[in-house]
């Protein structure tokens, strides 16, 4: 489709306003939404997944009748559009790079600097990319009610969440105190899913390790580990002699680790003081005693140990670790191998070495480490672990940690999960913040709400239940403020600013009542809690209020409660875990009813010809680089049909090719078409049949969101249906007028730009395909036996064929006979038993063919007759049909014709 019939229907859709519903209590509505973009870039091909989903839902729903709501605003909370300023600001080369790189493809050369030079400013960065979004998702045919727009930095809405806040104090969910966050030391703030590179789909957690004190005779040397019940099987401690290490004075103790362990634990402990940097020769000199013994064990240099991953400093267990056995071996090092954990299994460092034959091959390290140390923790006993032997090792875990805890022998030390940056670069670690608010998840009542909720609600696809119960179950206490960023101020302590994915978790209400609520604020400067309790709890309004604030407070009930709750949440499984687990949690916490989220679907991610997206691989296509070099429709049709939803998708030039082809032949026969006379022809007839069937099982897939099949069937299989009417002589013209309107319409949510352009053109010039409606009582239309009539032609020109490629011969006729009046007397009659002894004759061959005969009997003579030139055009034969008059010992049946080659 030419990008200038893109831009008319994109233009004319926004003159029209047509997706811009008003509330309307006479028809049933659908409340559909995605998750708001962050507006600090351009999205790309990713991205467009979840939003293109949305809009074909949005369609779809119109197309069947519902008053559809399908909103959008965008995310301006965090730091991320601040930290991207101040390096601006800075100089920084890569981000300067980063921007411009944005801004090429939207902007003339001349403009480029000027536009990077009013970046230094973060809210021009939020408004100029939610700009560029709202234009690429125009010129991606979004039916979107851009009426309802608004950012989470907008003040009205940072009143919501005030109010959202307040109500979560009132049930006791927020608390105070010291908890281990991720943080940015360089940005001086904690730090969410949000805020983090990739951390929306390469999820960035805490993991508590143990520090476990080796003291010497001048200082300790902290190691982290994650089994410290292998403690007792310590062979030597590992240190990197390329990287720097510290001493820190902490409780009266010296303790070494490495530059970066140190940065980490004094972020973590309250008192940490830095004494001096330590030669790595000065720690190999030394010895060290293992806690819980009074045997020392030395120190060696391996440049495979990571500075920047835990404390810089590993115990080496080989007998428990796949990795220090085959270096030993591999190094020469001697080693006394100790045994601390048992497996029935007869599961040991020596039997998955040999399994995986890793002292050749390392590449199953990973899977070999990962076997023993399931293995070692669900089946496991201690052995040779003083006053821990006998215990398994899931509880020995525990004891042990706490005794050197308790003794002083071990402190606790965190760290991620991955090595993590801020969107903005900096490096992210864990910090323990005293005085830290976070919002309490864990009591009974709000988990027993939301696994309620989670079991009222409908998934697509439905395996995603599971997970979100268990999402439900592993949440516990989330921090929820930060010192600095863009957001709403915690109302009860201004000093802290509500982090930016708490403060989104019920933000899709306030699409309901934008206006309403902005005009309150605009002529209050506030909303007051009263008001908000009212419009969104029907609480009675106990203060005074003006006329105008009233009249504005009672519009935005009515459209609350008319639009609310959220009948469809499309995203994506990253966030599973975090904000859609705070969206059911604080609905449960404070909605009940129809007010409630009544759907989920998760689409699966997104990757480009076989990779992650990422710019470090090159394959980051822009949404404008879509809209450019390809169509919106094209894009639209590939995200729809090229994987189910729940499956990864890959953007590949090869599937593209295919897609874009078979478009072009849709486009070629609508451009092509013009409407012929009314023909009742047999293959006409046969179209129509199978046309309203596709619809039929388009309507089926789309009411399940099977998208996928559903444009199968109504796109790829009405297309292979034209083709055959050619196959059989027919008129493709002829053949579309009676269905075309219906076509037209039930393509309209995944090619929305072609089926306009078409529908203005052969259907009705004064009316938009975009808000009609579509008859979903089909049956009548579907005549079941002119389709059994061309399955049962299509297998005979298959039997056919396959008869010649075995006899090799100069073919030149078939003789098809097929059943008569002798066959059918036998079929109605062999039921009851009372067969006349000229048919009993026939008993044995129809037990050799009875699974194959068609039950339901039609009228093959006819169908052969009727489609003989068809059938000699296909196979090249000159065609005879014979109905049967007799009783063989061969018999055609049914289904079955006997089919004669000479």
């Known amino acids: 489709m030419e990008r200038s019939i893109e831009e008319k229907w994109r233009d004319r859709w926004a003159e029209s306003h047509i997706f811009e519903p008003a509330a309307d209590t006479t028809r049933e509505k659908f409340f559909v939404t995605v998750p708001w973009p962050y507006t600090n870039g351009s999205l790309h091909v990713g991205h467009g997944r979840t939003y293109t989903l949305g809009d074909i839902v949005a369609r779809y729903k119109r197309l069947t009748g519902y008053n559809v709501l399908f909103p959008m605003g965008f995310h301006e909370s965090g730091t991320p559009i601040l930290a991207f300023s101040e390096r601006l600001r800075n100089g920084d080369k890569d981000t300067i790079r980063l921007y411009m790189s944005y801004l090429s493809e939207y902007e003339k050369p001349e403009d480029i600097d000027r536009i990077l030079e009013s970046f230094r400013e973060p809210q021009n960065i939020a408004d100029y990319f939610s700009r560029v979004i709202i234009k690429d998702f125009m010129d991606l045919g979004y039916s979107i009610d851009w009426s309802r727009k608004f950012t989470s930095a907008d003040p009205f809405y940072q009143e919501v969440v005030k109010w959202q806040f307040n109500q979560l104090n009132e049930k006791g969910l927020i608390k105070r105190g010291s908890y281990p966050i ?245 490096e992210v670690i864990v910090a323990v913040l005293n005085d830290q608010w976070f919002i309490d998840y864990s009591p009974e009542w709000l988990k027993e709400k939301a696994h309620e909720l989670v079991n009222s609600m409908k998934f697509y696809p439905e395996l995603y239940r599971k997970l979100m119960n268990d999402a439900v179950d592993w949440l516990k206490e989330r921090p929820c403020a930060r010192r600095r960023g863009i957001g709403t101020k915690l109302p009860f302590d201004e000093r802290w600013v509500i982090e930016s994915l708490s403060d989104s978790t019920i933000y899709m209400l306030a699409y309901t009542n934008k206006n309403e609520l902005e005009s309150i604020y605009a002529h209050l400067k506030k909303i007051p809690y009263g008001i908000l309790d009212y419009i969104l709890l029907g609480k009675e309004v106990r203060e005074k209020y003006d006329e105008y604030t009233m009249e504005n407070a009672r519009k935005a009930r009515d459209e609350f409660r008319y639009w609310y709750g959220n009948d469809l949440r499309i995203t994506a499984p990253p966030h599973i875990s975090n904000h859609l687990a705070f969206y059911i949690m604080n609905h449960a916490a404070i909605f009940s009813g129809k007010e409630l989220p009544g759907g989920l679907m998760i ?72 409407p012929g006379d009314d023909d009742s022809n047999y293959i006409y007839s046969w179209f129509k049949s199978a046309f309203y069937r596709n619809l039929k099982t388009y309507i089926a897939d789309m009411e399940s969101m099977n998208i996928r099949d559903s444009y199968i069937a109504i796109f790829y299989n009405v297309m292979n249906d034209l083709r055959n009417v050619e196959s059989h002589g027919g008129n493709i013209n002829i053949a579309l007028k009676p269905v075309l309107a ?157 089919i004669e080659i000479s």
């Not at 920047?308 to 020469?332: A, M, W």
């Not at 003794?407 to 670069?425: D, M």
């Not at 894009?635 to 994987?643: D, H, K, P, S």
């Not at 009875?850 to 489609?867: F, G, H, L, P, Q």
């Open 603 to 674: 689409s699966g991610l997104v990757i480009s010809n076989g990779a992650k997206i990422s710019k470090s691989k090159g394959n980051v296509i822009s949404l404008l680089e879509i809209i450019k070099h390809y169509s919106a429709d094209i894009y639209r049709l590939f995200m729809a049909a090229g994987a189910d939803i729940s499956s990864l998708l890959d953007w590949n030039e090869k599937d593209l090719s295919s897609v874009i082809k078979r478009y072009s032949y849709f486009t070629d026969i609508l451009d092509a078409y013009s």
């Open 182 to 426: 991720l943080y940015s030391i360089r940005d001086e703030n904690a730090v969410g899913e949000d805020d983090i590179k990739d951390g929306d789909t390469d999820k960035v957690s805490i993991e508590e390790f143990t520090g476990v004190l080796f003291r010497g005779e001048k200082y300790s040397l902290m190691a982290a580990s994650l089994r410290p019940e292998t403690i007792f099987g310590v062979t030597n401690l590992w240190i990197n002699p390329s990287a720097g290490y510290e001493m820190v004075r902490y409780r009266g103790m010296d303790i070494v680790m490495s530059s970066s362990g140190c940065k980490k634990f004094s972020m973590q402990h309250e008192g940490v003081q830095y004494v001096r940097d330590v030669p790595s020769d000065e720690i190999v000199a030394s010895e060290f005693q293992v806690p819980f013994s009074s045997e020392k064990v030395g120190v060696l240099n391996a440049e495979f140990v990571d500075p920047d991953n835990g404390t810089g400093i590993v115990y080496s267990v080989p007998g428990h670790s796949i990795f220090d056995y085959i270096y030993y071996n591999k190094n020469g090092i001697k080693n006394n191998l100790k045994k601390v954990v048992k497996v029935d299994r007869n599961v040991s460092v020596e039997s998955l070495v040999e399994k995986y034959d890793l002292e050749k091959n390392s590449e199953r390290l990973k899977d070999a480490t990962q076997e023993l140390y399931k293995e070692e923790f669900y089946n496991g006993t201690l052995i040779n672990s003083g006053r821990y032997s006998g215990m398994s090792v899931e509880a020995g875990r525990e004891a042990i940690k706490r005794e050197m805890q308790e003794k002083n022998l071990a402190y606790i030390f965190y760290e991620t999960t991955r090595k993590a940056v801020t969107r903005s670069g900096s």
């Open 742 to 898: 219906d076509w037209l319409k039930a393509l309209s949510p995944i090619i929305p730009f072609a089926a306009e352009e078409y529908w203005h053109r052969h259907i009705d010039n004064n009316s938009f395909v975009s808000a009609q409606t579509i008859d979903m009582n089909i049956d009548n239309r579907i005549d079941y036996n002119i389709l059994k009539s061309e399955n049962y032609l299509n297998r005979v020109i298959s039997d056919i064929r396959e008869i010649l490629k075995i006899i090799h011969i100069d073919a030149k006729k078939a003789t098809i006979t097929v059943y008569g009046q002798k066959q059918k007397t036998f079929l109605e009659e062999y039921p009851g038993g009372n067969l006349d002894r000229e048919y009993r004759t026939m008993i044995g061959d129809y037990m050799k063919n009875k699974n194959r005969i068609d039950t339901e009997m039609i009228d093959e003579y006819s169908i052969i007759e009727a489609n003989r030139k068809y059938l000699e055009s296909s196979l090249k034969l000159d065609i005879t049909v014979v109905k049967s008059d007799s009783i063989q010992k061969k018999n055609p049946w049914p289904g079955r014709p006997l």
